[in-house]
């Protein structure tokens, strides 16, 4: 059984999450009763991951439109926007919550416009739209899987399985389900082409250490933890074959932020002659904004620096810099791995114009 970030039941109008703050000690799910505790519960990184962050952003609303008194449609979709809006504010840089807010507002809009449609209706459609997100993300992350793994086997020489390297944690925790880059992981093991994975440790927040390292033990992926201040050094000398990444937003242009460290590794690759690869949903990509100059890059407190768990581990008194992403520029990419299929950064002006026309 694969690890469950989300526990919905739509029957119940039961949302849990599982507390990522305690794993890997401990296993404890938190009850989400409505848009405060989504906020809460994503703001303090309970929950985390782009993917995850607006599944629980939206279930939360969901949960708390089946218990609203709302008694008007003008009220519903006045109140939709409203938390909509509220819940993009609890982590700024991923794409994903804003995204479906924009989608969900709009749906709202038309709904409420549409004289055929009742309240109930709104209500109905309106929640069975968020929960089709869900089974979407875990769709999508199959298939996003499944094109990484043909693109990473299709740069290596020969038939022989790959060495891969990943940083943060993009799995199962981190989505509805089977992950992003984990998911490229997990479909290059399931072909029986995955030799060995390394997972960085991802400081200061430790995704690699506590959520990865946990996700590979669970599904029994041969794997090694290294500190982020090895990857060189591992580059050089155990002949990776690939280095992927999730990512919280893509500009246009391909440029990708993604967990603070991502960039370096990047560059490190590059040196190298790895080919570097970030696997998300398409709609990670964000058409609005051209580069990745235009992507707002959240800052942390300190404390997540200075101490690990409960333990100060850096000296009193020192000044702190956090910055929770950075952006990696396009042209260190090689592909970027969605459902939809793999992109070179330069085609994505093309497919995002097809799109749109
Ligand atoms: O701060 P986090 O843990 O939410 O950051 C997570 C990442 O950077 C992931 O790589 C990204 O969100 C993709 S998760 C499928």
């Excluded at 926007?81 to 840089?93: A, D, F, H, I, Q």
């Excluded at 990865?212 to 794997?223: D, P």
Aim: aromatic fraction near 6%.
């Amino acid at each position: 059984m694969s690890l469950k970030s989300i526990i919905y039941d739509p029957a119940t109008n039961n949302l849990e999450i599982l507390d990522q703050l305690l794993l890997p000690g401990v296993t404890k799910y938190v009850k989400v009763k409505g848009v405060e505790d989504g906020w809460k519960v994503i703001n303090k990184m309970q929950v985390r991951g782009a993917p995850a962050i607006a599944i629980v952003g939206c279930l939360s609303l969901a949960v708390e439109m089946q218990n609203d008194k709302i008694e008007t449609k003008t009220q519903f979709r006045r109140e939709v926007e409203g938390k909509l809006n509220y819940l993009v504010s609890s982590r700024p840089t991923a794409v994903n919550m804003k995204a479906a807010a924009e989608e969900l507002i709009d749906m709202a809009n038309q709904l409420s416009k549409n004289e055929l449609v009742c309240l109930e209706d709104m209500r109905h459609l309106f929640v069975s739209r968020i929960q089709q997100m869900l089974e979407k993300d875990i769709a999508d992350n199959k298939a996003i899987g499944d094109n990484g793994a043909k693109e990473i086997l299709s740069r290596v020489p020969g038939d022989s399985p790959v060495r891969v390297i990943t940083h943060c944690n993009t799995g199962s925790l981190a989505t509805a389900g089977y992950g992003t880059a984990l998911g490229v992981i997990r479909s290059l093991h399931s072909m029986k082409k995955l030799e060995h994975v390394f997972c960085t440790e991802t400081r200061p927040y430790n995704q690699g250490a506590r959520l990865t390292a946990y996700e590979l033990i669970h599904e029994k992926i041969s794997a090694t933890l290294i500190c982020d201040s090895m990857v060189s050094a591992l580059m050089k000398s155990r002949n990776i074959s690939a280095v992927v990444v999730g990512a919280d937003r893509v500009a246009a242009n391909g440029d990708t932020a993604n967990k603070i460290g991502t960039y370096q590794i990047a560059v490190v690759a590059q040196y190298h002659k790895v080919p570097f690869y970030v696997a998300a949903p398409f709609t990670s990509i964000d058409a609005k904004i051209s580069t990745g100059d235009h992507i707002v890059i959240e800052e942390r407190p300190d404390r997540e620096m200075t101490h690990v768990g409960a333990h100060r581990i850096a000296a009193k008194g020192i000044q702190c810099w956090n910055p929770a992403f950075d952006v990696t520029p396009a042209s260190l990419i090689a592909g970027i791995i969605t459902e939809r299929g793999v992109f070179r950064p330069e085609q994505l002006k093309e497919v995002l114009a097809n799109e749109n026309s």
